[in-house]
């Protein structure tokens, strides 16, 4: 089952902050976070797992609640070079399947 | 090479016609994964490997679609008989290790091929 991100696309200036969420139904055993811009790879950011705390990489972190099944990514004063779509992919234990949402939109301006 | 790296990069194919993605992935990678990307949508799993065995196909959307990698490093999706709906982007990834459940461990991606089928 496709993890749910919300919201779908999200509108900023330079500066503010914003999160994006992704819920799964499925016990989650990990959360791997990546932004892609248009045309480009998906690029790493962050992984969470199962019994992890807090991860964070500059002014972006992410928390994974277990029992919620949920992982939510904070984007703090945000900058032009975080517009982008930003995709949780979701694994369930074993190997390394990843399961990835439809995508959050971001676009910050000026 | 310092990451993964797909070829050709854009594919124009008329229907029907059979179709072959490359992908180098970083080397010494155990793990490698093709996806499929349609617009406006996140990348969808089409198969693992973990060096040359081919563990998990279940994503391949029907049996025209086959992936080798048969020396555990470079890999192939052959698509045949192409259909429009075939058209998107494929996304090869790799990672270090069998296991993504260590710390740091994800999967790196490919700049993808994007294939058109007219």
């Known amino acids: 089952q496709q993890p749910v991100q919300s919201p779908q696309a999200v509108i900023l200036r330079e500066g503010e902050d914003a999160v994006i969420n992704c819920s799964s139904s499925k016990a989650l055993y990990s959360v791997h976070w990546y932004r892609q811009k248009h045309g480009e790879a998906p690029v790493f950011l962050m992984i969470l797992l199962k019994g992890g705390e807090q991860k964070g990489h500059e002014k972006i972190s992410a928390s994974f609640n277990e029992k919620k099944q949920q992982s939510s990514l904070y984007l703090t004063a945000s900058q032009l070079s975080y517009s982008g779509t930003y995709f949780c992919?979701?694994?369930?234990?074993?190997?390394?399947?990843?399961?990835f949402g439809a995508g959050t939109r971001l676009a910050v301006h000026p | 090479g310092a990451g993964v790296s797909q070829s050709p990069r854009y594919k124009v194919a008329k229907r029907g016609q059979d179709v072959a993605l490359r992908c180098d992935p970083i080397?010494?990678?155990?793990?490698l994964f093709w996806y499929q990307q349609a617009l406006g949508q996140g990348p969808e799993f089409l198969t693992y490997f973990q060096n040359e065995a081919q563990l998990d196909k279940s994503g391949l959307p029907s049996d025209r679609f086959f992936a080798e990698r048969p020396e555990g490093s470079v890999s192939t999706l052959k698509i045949q008989r192409t259909q429009q709906e075939d058209s998107a982007v494929y996304l090869c990834?790799?990672?270090?290790?069998?296991?993504?459940?260590?710390?740091?461990?994800?999967?790196?991606f490919g700049p993808g091929t994007r294939l058109l089928v007219l």
């Open positions: 990834a790799s990672s270090l290790l069998p296991f993504l459940g260590l710390p740091g461990e994800t999967q790196y």
């Open positions: 992919g979701t694994g369930s234990g074993g190997y390394n399947k990843l399961i």
């Open positions: 080397s010494g990678h155990v793990s």
